[in-house]
Structure formats: structure tokens, C-alpha cells
């Protein structure tokens, strides 16, 4: 199943909170590691910490080169909250948010190397994957060529493709 989003695709680009972040073992640990080091923060902003590459497809449908549909993802610091986001680009470069997950102390726990962030973010992935593929029920190639048809018409069956990820979509667990 693991055809396209996958490990030897993924390339991921750290900043300097991603050190911060495996030396973490919670969110009382990640405040007290980011406190001690020197880098600028400041809780109500947005930082990245590992981001992928662009996942292109698509392109063999439009004229220009330029264009074509794409999926991204990575971990970044928001709200003072770990979050892993994935995002998808229509064919113009416009890019949208459709899944969100905060990182619990316990998963944040589990990130001591860069390579094991690379492997949450390839795993959850290549779990999309699996949703778009079983959504649309074709060979990979024609269901991401599919998904790309849905994001150009925003008709995206999210509901489907995203219940194949293991993670929730649980920011709404964090606002009180």
C-alpha cells in the first residue's frame, strides 16, 4: 500500500526546536528545554520544527509544468502545542489544513531522534494514503489523480480519507 507517500520520498527540513523537542519527554519538559535554550519564542506564535518535502502528483493532467497538485506535512509548534499537520495544494499553489493532531506528553515522549520523527510523519502518511486509495477504490495512481479532481473542485471526501489515520484530529480537545 505504501506506493507513493512514503519513507523513500520523504524528506524532512528541522529547525532548531526540533533538538528542543527530542529532548523533551512532555510539554513540562518541552517549556522547561525551550526556556534554557537560546532561541527566541514566544508562546502565541506558530514555529516549525520538521517539515516534508512536497508530495507532487497530478501533473501529467495539466498543460503547464508549473501546476500540479500536492501533499505536505511536518510538526510544528503552535499555541505552545506540538501539532502534526498535513496540508494539500491545488494545482494553482493555494494550500489548505485538512487534518490536525496535537501531540500528547507521551507521543512527544517517543520523538528522541530525527528519524523517529520522520517515521511519525511518513506513518500517518502513508495511513492517507491508504484512506485516499480505499476512497476512491482504484489503483494508486487514478485515486490520487481522483483526489487531485476533488481539491481542484474543493470536494474533497475528507471524512473518508482521513478515518484510516490512526491519530485524531484532536485540537478541539486542547480549547476549553
Known sequence: ???????????????????VLIKSSGYESLDKNIAESNIEFEPQKTYEI????????????????NHMNSISAGIYCEMALITFRIFIWGSKGEGFEIF????????????KSKEDIKEYIVKHLEELEKGIIETYQLDCMKSFEEFGKSIETRQILLTSILKN???ENNLKDFRK
Open 100 to 111: 490536525k493532531h496535537v501531540l500528547r506528553g507521551e507521543e512527544i515522549d517517543r520523538l
Open 165 to 167: 489515520l490512526s491519530i
Open 1 to 19: 500500500m505504501k506506493q507513493f507517500l512514503s519513507k523513500d520520498k520523504l524528506s524532512i527540513h528541522t529547525s532548531p526546536l526540533c533538538d
Open 50 to 65: 520538521a517539515s516534508s518535502n512536497f508530495f507532487d502528483f497530478n501533473q501529467h493532467l495539466y498543460e503547464d509544468i
